[in-house]
């Protein structure tokens, strides 16, 4: 490269946003891929019925007081059932809660609102259902939807930043598992300086546990297709 030219301000700045805007349309495109693999995934009813088991049995592992979750759109798997069997499990003398996030402006943390299986519902903003007029509460486990996801725990979303800056703004940080399918996998994905790696991505075979050295724990199930 020239010398004149990597001193250069403006064109330094120039060649950052490009590789920026590039960067950009990659993950858009990629994101489009992910949204179109999982639209058009066979074997759903199988798939979700185990990731159901593992969900399930991530829950009682972790013993959460209260979980946030979220209400299924675009083909994501459904946790209400699993939600519902975990808070009518609740032993004796234990409070469960469980809780939907609700967007009350763009660029802003979500706030989740208490839900229940009887709980009236109303459209919030982007069209997606929210509780009506419940308290709110905060969750210390977070179940958070993918698009796509790596195996040492960082995910693709939607592009609305809507869970980093949710994340980063809860004091203390609450347990965090992604939900997602087999082939919404990817090798790799480039974290950007707001990314927080959750704890573990949960699919319909494996459990994919990060760890503090950066490597994964595995649990799959035998004979299940990858």
């Not at 399930?56 to 013993?63: I, V």
Request: overall charge neutral; aromatic content about 6%.
């Amino acid at each position: 490269m020239n010398s004149s030219i990597a001193r250069d301000p403006a064109q330094s700045a120039a060649q950052t946003s490009r590789n920026a805007a590039d960067a950009t349309t990659a993950k858009a495109q990629l994101r489009r891929a992910l949204l179109d693999a999982r639209s058009t995934l066979d074997a759903r009813p199988a798939r979700d019925g185990a990731l159901a088991v593992r969900l399930a049995d991530e829950l009682a592992r972790r013993a959460p007081r209260c979980i946030g979750f979220y209400w299924p759109i675009q083909h994501e798997f459904d946790a209400r059932a699993v939600i519902s069997a975990w808070l009518s499990a609740a032993p004796a003398g234990t409070l469960r809660l469980a809780a939907l996030p609700v967007v009350t402006a763009p660029a802003t943390p979500l706030v989740f609102h208490r839900w229940s299986p009887d709980t009236p519902m109303t459209q919030g903003r982007y069209r997606i259902p929210v509780p009506q007029d419940t308290e709110v509460l905060v969750p210390d486990l977070l179940l958070v939807p993918c698009v796509g996801f790596t195996r040492d725990g960082l995910r693709l979303g939607y592009g609305g930043g809507f869970y980093d800056r949710t994340l980063h703004s809860m004091t203390p940080a609450p347990q965090t598992l992604g939900i997602a399918y087999d082939a919404l996998e990817i090798d790799h994905l480039d974290a950007e300086a707001h990314d927080l790696a959750l704890d573990a991505i949960v699919t319909e075979s494996a459990t994919f546990a990060r760890v503090l050295t950066g490597a994964t724990a595995p649990t799959v199930t035998p004979g299940h297709p990858r």
